[in-house]
Antibody
Framework: EVQLVESGGGLVNPGESLRLSCAASGFSFSSNTMNWVRQAPGRGLEWVAAIGSSGIDIFYVDSVRGRFTISRDNAKNSLYLQMNSLRVEDTAVYYC???????????WGQGTLVTVSS | DIQLTQSPSFLSASVGDRVTITCRASQGLSSFLAWYQQKPGKAPTLLIYSAFNLQSGVPSRFSGSGSGTEFTLTISSLQPEDFATYYCQQLHSYPLSFGGGTKVEI
């Protein structure tokens, strides 16, 4: 059974940093592109970042490029999102999600809430 | 960047109704489009991938069609558990993007 478990969310002040983690199990993590997707309270889904299986190919949405860094540790079956210079508008539930190549995002974690507020 | 426009944003329907949701893309996607269902407080779940392929375990009353710039999700006979918000997503090119969502209500 595929499982994705996010952790690391919390309440931070604007300008501060936070690191999210996602523990994966039940599939060949090292063979799959992984994504972070977020959802602000009461809003729709927003794709944030993706990282290819080897960690070389990396993509971001414009609003986080230069502030967020996606990474992975295939030996630990783990995905990360380092979030720096956080803004109020980054407040959202952040989901870790597995790619079905060029087809869909087929498995999602339960999400972790990041709140940026002073 | 590719923009996805879903319509309608809200849909009022009854059990047993046939429901159709449209997703229009700002440029051609071939068949690189997926549909998701999301219930309040829960993560999205995959319904349809590659425009028309039913994800394993998803009831056959759900179907997807279309290619290029116009796609549809159809629920042939709405069930009580189908009241939720539905999103399309393009996987043609980065940055990936979602439609704004369609909330299906009673």
């Amino acid at each position: 059974e595929v499982q994705l478990v996010e952790s690391g969310g919390g309440l931070v002040n604007p300008g501060e940093s936070l690191r999210l983690s996602c523990a994966a199990s039940g599939f060949s993590f090292s063979s799959n592109t992984m994504n972070w997707v977020r959802q602000a309270p009461g809003r729709g889904l927003e794709w944030v970042a993706a990282i290819g299986s080897s960690g070389i190919d990396i993509f971001y949405v414009d609003s986080v490029r230069g502030r967020f860094t996606i990474s992975r540790d295939n030996a630990k079956n783990s995905l990360y999102l380092q979030m720096n210079s956080l803004r109020v508008e980054d407040t959202a539930v952040y989901y870790c999600a597995k790619d079905l190549p060029f087809a869909a995002t087929d498995y999602w974690g339960q999400g972790t809430l990041v709140t940026v507020s002073s | 960047d590719i923009q996805l426009t879903q319509s309608p944003s809200f849909l009022s329907a009854s059990v047993g109704d046939r429901v159709t949701i449209t997703c229009r893309a700002s440029q051609g996607l071939s068949s690189f489009l997926a549909w998701y269902q999301q219930k309040p407080g829960k993560a999205p779940t995959l319904l349809i991938y590659s425009a028309f392929n039913l994800q394993s375990g998803v009831p056959s009353r759900f179907s997807g069609s279309g290619s290029g710039t116009e796609f549809t999700l159809t629920i042939s006979s709405l069930q009580p558990e189908d009241f939720a918000t539905y999103y399309c997503q393009q996987l043609h090119s980065y940055p990936l993007s979602f439609g704004g969502g369609t909330k299906v209500e009673i």
